[in-house]
């Protein structure tokens, strides 16, 4: 799955356990401008440096998985919960100020 929108929020990375790491990250999302969508991904183990290559504002692209879960408490009762998993990360509309290397070159292609 996938989704676009702007980075909102970078959180640290956070040691769960001794061989599990996480990352979060929030993006501002939303179809109509009024109603706001703040929805938060999770980067895990390599894939939490991910995040060092960009900077709340950015306009991103996010690819995930979506993972949910039982968990039973001591006493019973029966949760579930859902995780949003980011797997890989692009920036969209970078290069869009900038202009081309060949913008005030003459196009030397043969086609």
Same mark, same amino acid.
């Given at each position: 799955?996938q989704?676009?929108?702007k980075?909102? !929020?970078?959180?640290?990375?956070q040691?769960?356990?001794?061989?599990?790491?996480?990352? $979060?990250?929030?993006?501002?999302?939303s179809?109509? $401008?009024?109603?706001?969508?703040?929805?938060?991904?999770?980067?895990? $183990?390599? !894939?939490?440096?991910i995040l060092?290559?960009? !900077?709340?504002?950015?306009?991103? +692209?996010?690819?995930f998985?979506? *993972?949910? *879960? +039982?968990?039973?408490s001591?006493?019973?009762?029966?949760k579930?919960?859902?995780?949003? $998993?980011a797997?890989?990360?692009t920036?969209?509309?970078a290069?869009?100020?900038s202009?081309? !290397?060949?913008?005030? +070159?003459e196009?030397?292609?043969?086609?």
């Open positions: 799955m989704i676009a929108g980075i909102y !929020k970078i959180f640290d990375e040691q769960v356990s001794d061989t599990f790491k996480k990352r $979060q990250f929030v993006i501002d999302y179809e109509n $401008q009024m109603y706001r969508e703040y929805i938060i991904f999770d980067f895990v $183990q390599d !894939k939490c440096d060092d290559a960009f !900077k709340v504002g950015d306009d991103v +692209e996010v690819f998985n979506i *993972r949910g *879960r +039982e968990w039973q001591s006493d019973g009762n029966i579930y919960f859902n995780t949003l $998993q797997w890989r990360m920036k969209i509309n290069d869009i100020d202009p081309s !290397k060949n913008s005030t +070159e196009d030397d292609l043969p086609f």
